[in-house]
């Protein structure tokens, strides 16, 4: 009996040092004022509006990277809505041209050409930095 008596008052200051603690340390979020509930988190902002939009064949394309964005404006339009339509829209060659009303053959080079164009522009771009 005393040996289980001991454990139970060791438990229950155990317990009670617990619960001091929490008191001392955690309250109820309910019971927070608004500045309170303010102060206790942050909000990352890295990604606010720092996207720009294309609009082609009345679908748009959020584009994030400014550099991939400038380049892009470069491109002739025809190009730039083929790339578009391809690569943010996950279109087919045949998808595109029913949606352009040109050749698959025709959306195909004009993707390639684009894709060649493009590249030549960002390299041009990331030289003069």
């Known amino acids: 009996d005393s040996l289980v008596s001991k454990v139970f008052r060791q438990e229950k200051a155990s317990y009670m040092r617990m619960r001091y603690r929490r008191k001392e340390h955690e309250c109820i979020f309910s019971d927070l004022t608004a500045s309170e509930k303010n102060s206790i988190y942050a909000e ?38 083929v790339i578009v339509l391809k690569f943010w829209h996950d279109m087919s060659d045949e998808e595109i041209g029913k949606e352009l009303n040109i050749k698959r053959s025709t959306v195909n080079y004009s993707k390639n050409s684009a894709l060649k164009t493009l590249k030549k522009i960002i390299e041009e771009m990331m030289g003069d930095d």
């Open 44 to 81: 990352d902002k890295y990604f606010e509006n720092e996207f720009k939009t294309i609009t082609v064949a009345r679908l748009e394309a959020n584009i994030k990277d400014a550099l991939l964005y400038e380049a892009l404006e470069k491109l002739k339009p025809r190009a730039k809505e």
